[in-house]
T-cell receptor, first 113, second 112 residues
Framework: DVKVTQSSRYLVKRTGEKVFLECVQDMDHENMFWYRQDPGLGLRLIYFSYDVKMKEKGDIPEGYSVSREKKERFSLILESASTNQTSMYLC????????????FGPGTRLTVL | DQQVKQNSPSLSVQEGRISILNCDYTNSMFDYFLWYKKYPAEGPTFLISISSIKDKNEDGRFTVFLNKSAKHLSLHIVPSQPGDSAVYFCALDGGSQGNLIFGKGTKLSVKP
């Protein structure tokens, strides 16, 4: 059974703080993804990674960075949190080749005050 | 410009009846299609998929239909159950190393 875990279910931060969201998967998947989900906007891809130390921008990378130092771990960093980054953040992983489903973590509900 | 559209933000169905969720796409390069289900405060879970060489795939109460000429995908749930109440996302894979493009979702409510 694939398991994707995220470091926090709920997080409250203040504007300007640096925020780290951690994601770990235990199935040796090559691909990892970070999305945010907002009402009426669906899932929007922030960043993804095909391999260790590799990263690619998604549709909405502004204000975010990522780190993948180990295959199983993919971190999302908000360098200076802003209120418009209040959202549900979802991490996912999948096998390297195409035509495979992505497996999602439970999500982190981030509130920036 | 949206590549994937789920035009109904919400759908309400009586328990035991059929639920039909729809998804339209614009680019014929997509060749693998998935449906995910999401409960509040949880991550999406994979439900069912179909490749472009098929026009139907069935798994228990869930059936996905693909009409390539119309660039239309639908998910049928029969019979619908209250536990099916969730947001449903269609997702499309264009073969680009596993990236999926998601629709905005349809919130299904199944009333007892």
């Amino acid at each position: 059974d694939v398991k994707v875990t995220q470091s926090s279910r709920y997080l409250v931060k203040r504007t300007g703080e640096k925020v780290f969201l951690e994601c770990v998967q235990d199935m040796d998947h090559e691909n990892m993804f970070w999305y945010r989900q907002d009402p009426g906007l669906g899932l929007r891809l922030i960043y993804f990674s095909y391999d260790v130390k590799m990263k690619e921008k998604g549709d909405i990378p502004e204000g975010y960075s990522v780190s993948r130092e180990k295959k199983e771990r993919f971190s999302l960093i908000l360098e200076s949190a802003s209120t418009n980054q209040t959202s549900m953040y979802l991490c996912a992983s999948s096998l390297g080749q195409s035509y495979n489903e992505q497996f999602f973590g439970p999500g982190t509900r981030l509130t920036v005050l | 410009d949206q590549q994937v559209k789920q035009n109904s933000p919400s759908l309400s169905v009586q328990e035991g009846r059929i639920s039909i969720l729809n998804c339209d796409y614009t680019n014929s390069m997509f060749d693998y299609f998935l449906w995910y289900k999401k409960y509040p405060a949880e991550g999406p879970t994979f439900l069912i998929s179909i490749s472009s060489i098929k026009d139907k795939n069935e798994d228990g109460r869930f059936t996905v239909f693909l009409n390539k000429s119309a660039k239309h995908l639908s998910l049928h749930i029969v019979p619908s159950q209250p536990g099916d109440s969730a947001v449903y996302f269609c997702a499309l894979d264009g073969g680009s190393q596993g990236n999926l493009i998601f629709g905005k979702g349809t919130k299904l409510s199944v009333k007892p």
